[in-house]
C-alpha cells in the first residue's frame, strides 16, 4: 500500500525558463564589472562544462554563486569584488526566473487533494533557499501542501544519489515500498529509487528506462493512485 510521494520539483511540478534570467543576470555583471556580458557568459559556461565533464557532484562546486565567482576571478576581477558582484547577479537572476515559473493552474488542488491520503514531500538537487522561493511562488506557502524538504543542502551532493530517497525515507518513516518517486528523469532520479525498492512514476513528452508508470502530465496522476 502506497502511504507516501515524492516529488522531484524541476519539470515535475514546474517548468522554469531561465533565458531572459541568465540575460539579466550577465548584463548586470557587465555594467558592474565593465566586462562584455558575452565575455562573462562565455567564461562561466567553460566552467559549467568542465564541472560536468569531469562528474562534479559536489554542492558547492555546482552553485551558481561559485561557478559565478569563479568566472569574474579568471576574468581578473579581485575576489572579493567578485563574490559581491555574484551575489547580486544571482538575485537579480532568481527575481527574473521566478516571474517566469511555468506550472499547470490546477497544481495547487491536485497536490492538495493527493495530501489528504498520502504523506507528501519534495526532494530536489536545487538548493534551499532558491527552491523554497519557487514552490512558494506557486503554492504560496510550500508547508500548507508538503511535510518536508529534501535538497542538495541536505545531502551535500546532486542527482543521482540515493541519499534523496534515504532521507525522505527517514523523514517519512516508511519502507521503500510503501513510497513513490514521481520525477521527469530516469538516469538522475528514478532509476536510483527504483533500485532502492521505491515505485516510480515519469512524467514527460517522451518515455524513457523503466518506470512503473509513465505520463505526459502530472495532473494525469490520480489516474494511477
Not at 554563486?65 to 572579493?80: C, F, H, M, P
Amino acid at each position: 500500500m502506497i502511504k507516501g510521494i515524492i516529488f522531484d520539483a524541476d519539470h515535475t511540478l514546474y517548468f522554469p525558463h531561465n533565458q531572459g534570467a541568465y540575460r539579466e543576470k550577465f548584463e548586470y555583471l557587465s555594467r558592474e564589472t565593465g566586462i562584455d556580458a558575452d565575455k562573462i557568459r562565455n567564461e562561466w559556461s567553460s566552467i559549467i562544462k568542465d564541472l560536468l565533464e569531469r562528474g562534479v557532484r559536489d554542492c558547492r562546486k555546482r552553485s551558481r554563486d561559485y561557478s559565478t565567482t569563479k568566472a569574474l576571478v579568471s576574468l581578473g576581477i579581485e575576489e572579493r569584488k567578485a563574490s559581491k558582484f555574484a551575489g547580486e547577479a544571482i538575485d537579480v537572476f532568481l527575481k527574473r526566473l521566478i516571474k517566469d515559473l511555468d506550472y499547470d493552474i490546477r497544481l495547487k488542488n491536485i497536490i492538495k487533494n493527493l495530501g489528504e491520503r498520502y504523506k507528501l514531500c519534495v526532494a530536489s538537487d536545487e538548493f534551499r533557499r532558491i527552491l523554497e522561493m519557487k514552490l512558494n511562488h506557486i503554492f504560496g506557502s510550500w508547508k500548507d501542501y508538503f511535510e518536508f524538504l529534501v535538497t542538495a543542502d541536505d545531502t551535500k551532493e546532486l542527482k543521482p544519489s540515493r541519499k534523496f530517497c534515504d532521507l525522505s525515507l527517514d523523514k517519512f518513516n516508511l519502507e521503500a515500498c510503501e513510497v513513490v518517486f514521481v520525477g521527469d528523469s530516469w538516469k538522475r532520479e528514478l532509476s536510483v529509487a527504483k533500485k532502492m525498492g521505491l515505485k516510480t512514476v515519469l512524467v514527460g513528452k517522451k518515455k524513457e528506462g523503466e518506470p512503473d508508470y509513465w505520463l505526459k502530465f502530472l495532473v494525469e496522476i490520480n489516474d494511477i493512485l
